[in-house]
C-alpha cells in the first residue's frame, strides 16, 4: 500500500507507521473460508486498518464504517492514490470475508458495523461488563434504613421547592446504585452534592466506610480536596460524619499505584483497591484504558460515584466514558427506579416505555454559578448547542462578555501584561503573588502560531523577565513531566519566589500549605503565563482571555471553546475573527465507540 500524490495535492494524515503496522496486520489475517480472497478485498482490509490506527490517534475507541464515510479525510483517500471506500454495506461485506470476529483470534475486531484494535475492543467489553455487574448487585435496603434515608434527603437536600430538586435524586441515585454518574456544567453543585452524599452513606452504613476520592489530573485531585473540605464546613455533621468523610483526594494513577518503567498497576484483580466508596472526580478527562484498569482495581463490593461534565472535551487518549454512558439518558429513569425513589420521598415520572432511560445517571440542571443574568452562562450554553449567532449576540447583550477583533491583540496584550501579570512580582509575598496570578489567565487553543502558548509565553516572558534570567522572582511555572519522588506530577503550577534567605525557590500549593523546591531539582517544566485549554480542565479563574487561532483548523469544536469559557467564573474576554469563532461552534467532537452499546447488549436489549 503505497500512497500516489501530485503536486498540487495536500500531504496525507497517514503516517508511514499506520500504513506499516496495517501492512503488517493485514498479512496475518486469514480469511473465513479456504476461497480465494481477491487482490482489492485484500487492498480494502489494508487500508481499514490504516484508517483504524489514525482514527486512535484522533481519540476515537473503534472506526464506524457508517461515520465515517461522510468524513474528511477518511472519504477522501483517492486524493493520496488509494482505492475510494465502497458504501457501507459493501464495505462490511468485504471485511466478513476475513477472520476478524469477536471469537477469532486476529489483532482486529470486527462487530456492530465498527472496526476495533482487538486490546480495544476487549478494554469496552471488560468495562461494559463491569458496569453491568455491578448494576445487577445494587444493595437492599431495610426498610429502617428507607426510612432512616429518607428523613436524611429532606435534612440534607432543600425539597421545599415546587420543582425537583435534582441534587436530591442524584442522592438518592447513589444510594440506590452501586455504580451511579452524576453530570452537570459549572456551578450546578456537583462536588456539594457529593459531599452530602458521602454523609448520607456514612450515616446509613452500620459500619465504618472506606471512602477514597480521586481525579484524574493533579490539579483536579486539589480542587475536589479543596470543595470537599469547604462542603463540609458547611455542613452540621457529627465528629463521627464529620471524620469519615475523607478531604484529601489523590490522582488515579497515585490511586492505582504506578509501576516506574510499566504500564501495570499495584492494584489489579489480585491485589483491589481497599475502598467501600470511590468517587471519581472529572470523568470527562479519563480514557477508556485507565477507565478499564481503575474497573478492574475495584472490589464487586465497591460503589463507584462518577463525576464530570459530559460538555467539556473528552480524553486526549482514545475513548469518551462519560460521553458514551450519559448521552441522551438525562434523567430519565424506569418505573420500577421512579417506585424506589417514591418510597425515599422523591416523586418523580417515568421515562416512556420507548424512551431510552438510564437509571445510573442523574443530571444537574441549575447552575448557582451563572445566573439569568450572567453573560458566561448563556454564551457557554449557545456554543455546547452549536448556536452560532446567539453565540455572537451574547456579547452585544452582556457586560461580562467581550469580543476584540483580531487586529487589537497587541493593544490587548500589552494592557494584560500591565493589570495582570507584571505586577505579580511586586506583590509583598508569594502567597499574594500566587492569589493574583490566580485571577486571570490567557488561554489558547494550540500551542504553535502567534496565538499559540509557545509564542505568548515566549513575548510575555521577554517583557517580564530584562535580564534573561533563568529563574526570577514572581515566574509562574507548570511541571510537565511527573515526578513521584518529589511528589510534583504533569499539570502541577509553581511559583519562583525568594525564601527568608532570599534564596529563589519554587513554591507549590499542598493541602498542608506551601512547599518549596529548590529550581535545580525540578522535573522537565514551561512557563505558563498563557494555558492551553486542554491544561485548565478542572480549573476556575476570575477572569479568562481566550485567543482564538488565527486560522480555520480541525482542532477547533465547540467543546474546546465551552471548556475554556466556562473556566472563567465573572468575566470573559475572546480575542480573534469570528469566522474562526463560527467554525468551532459548528464542529462539535464526536468520538466513536461502542461502549453503551455493549452495555445495553448485557442487559439483553
Not at 484524574?216 to 455533621?237: C, D, V, W, Y
Not at 500551542?447 to 523577565?465: A, C, F, K, M, T
Not at 479568562?544 to 477547533?556: D, F, R, T
Request: glycine share 4%; proline share 4%.
Amino acid at each position: 500500500m503505497t500512497e500516489t500524490r501530485d503536486a498540487q495535492t495536500p500531504r496525507s494524515p497517514f503516517q508511514a507507521i499506520d500504513r506499516y503496522s496495517a501492512k503488517i496486520i493485514a498479512s496475518k489475517i486469514s480469511p473465513v473460508s479456504n476461497e480465494v480472497i481477491d487482490v482489492q478485498a485484500r487492498q480494502i482490509l489494508e487500508q481499514s486498518i490504516m484508517l483504524l490506527s489514525f482514527s486512535l490517534q484522533q481519540g476515537h475507541s473503534c472506526l464506524s464504517l457508517q461515520r465515517c464515510l461522510t468524513q474528511a479525510p477518511y472519504n477522501q483517500l483517492q486524493d493520496w492514490g488509494y482505492l475510494p471506500l465502497p458504501p457501507a454495506e459493501q464495505w462490511l461485506a468485504v471485511l466478513q470475508q476475513f477472520a476478524i470476529s469477536a471469537e477469532d483470534n486476529a489483532a482486529i475486531v470486527l462487530t456492530q458495523g465498527r472496526l476495533y484494535f482487538r486490546r480495544y475492543f476487549l478494554f469496552e467489553r471488560e468495562l461494559a461488563n463491569f458496569i453491568h455487574q455491578h448494576e445487577q448487585h445494587n444493595d437492599k435496603l431495610t426498610s429502617e434504613q428507607i426510612k432512616r434515608a429518607r428523613s436524611l434527603l429532606a435534612e440534607l437536600f432543600d425539597s421545599t421547592a415546587e420543582t425537583t430538586n435534582w441534587q436530591q435524586v442524584a442522592a438518592a441515585n447513589s444510594l440506590l446504585n452501586r455504580f451511579s454518574i452524576i453530570v452537570g456544567g459549572p456551578g450546578t453543585g456537583k462536588t456539594y452534592t457529593v459531599t452530602r452524599i458521602l454523609a448520607l452513606l456514612v450515616m446509613l452504613s452500620s459500619s465504618s466506610l472506606k471512602i477514597k476520592l480521586t481525579a484524574p489530573t493533579g490539579k483536579a485531585a486539589q480542587r475536589l480536596s479543596e470543595s470537599i473540605r469547604q462542603a463540609k464546613a458547611e455542613l452540621n455533621l457529627d465528629m463521627i460524619t464529620r471524620e469519615s468523610i475523607p478531604d484529601e483526594a489523590s490522582t488515579l494513577h497515585r490511586l492505582l499505584g504506578v509501576i516506574p518503567n510499566s504500564i501495570q498497576f499495584r492494584h489489579d484483580q489480585q491485589n483491589p483497591i481497599d475502598a467501600d466508596v470511590l468517587l471519581v472526580d472529572e470523568v470527562s478527562m479519563v480514557d477508556l484504558p485507565l477507565m478499564t484498569r481503575l474497573s478492574r482495581a475495584l472490589k464487586p463490593s465497591t460503589r463507584v460515584i462518577l463525576l464530570g461534565d459530559a460538555d467539556q472535551l473528552p480524553s486526549v487518549a482514545a475513548g469518551s466514558v462519560l460521553a458514551d454512558l450519559s448521552i441522551d439518558k438525562l434523567n430519565q429513569f424506569d418505573a420500577l427506579h421512579c417506585q424506589q425513589l417514591k418510597r425515599l420521598g422523591i416523586d418523580l415520572k417515568p421515562s416512556d416505555e420507548n424512551q431510552v432511560h438510564s437509571n445510573r445517571m442523574t443530571a444537574l440542571i441549575d447552575s448557582r454559578r451563572f445566573s439569568q443574568q450572567s453573560g458566561i452562562g448563556a454564551l457557554a450554553k449557545a456554543v455546547i448547542t452549536g448556536q452560532v449567532k446567539q453565540s455572537l449576540d451574547c456579547f452585544d447583550n452582556f457586560a461580562d462578555l467581550e469580543w476584540f477583533e483580531e487586529p487589537q491583540f497587541d493593544t490587548q496584550l500589552n494592557h494584560w501584561l500591565r493589570q495582570y501579570i507584571k505586577p505579580i512580582s511586586q506583590q509583598a509575598n508569594v502567597t499574594d503573588a500566587l492569589a493574583l496570578f490566580k485571577r486571570f489567565r490567557l488561554l489558547a487553543a494550540t500551542r504553535d502560531g502567534e496565538h499559540g502558548i509557545n509564542q505568548l509565553n515566549q513575548r510575555i516572558s521577554q517583557q517580564v523577565n530584562v535580564n534573561q534570567q533563568l529563574f526570577y522572582q514572581g515566574q509562574p511555572i507548570m511541571i510537565s513531566q511527573n515526578h513521584y519522588g518529589l511528589k510534583l506530577y504533569n499539570g502541577d503550577i509553581g511559583m519562583v519566589w525568594p525564601d527568608e534567605q532570599q534564596q529563589l525557590m519554587v513554591w507549590f500549593e499542598t493541602e498542608q500549605g506551601l512547599r518549596a523546591i529548590t529550581p535545580g531539582r525540578l522535573p522537565a517544566h514551561e512557563p505558563v503565563y498563557a494555558m492551553t485549554i486542554h491544561k485548565t480542565q478542572g480549573s476556575e479563574f476570575d477572569k479568562v482571555a481566550l485567543l482564538l487561532p488565527s486560522e480555520q483548523s480541525y482542532l477547533l469544536n465547540r467543546e474546546l471553546i465551552y471548556t475554556g469559557l466556562t473556566r472563567a467564573k465573572n468575566h470573559i474576554q475572546v480575542l480573534g475573527q469570528r469566522s474562526v469563532w463560527q467554525q468551532a461552534v459548528n464542529q462539535g467532537v464526536e468520538r466513536w465507540a461502542g461502549l453503551a452499546e455493549q452495555i445495553d447488549l448485557l442487559k439483553g436489549k
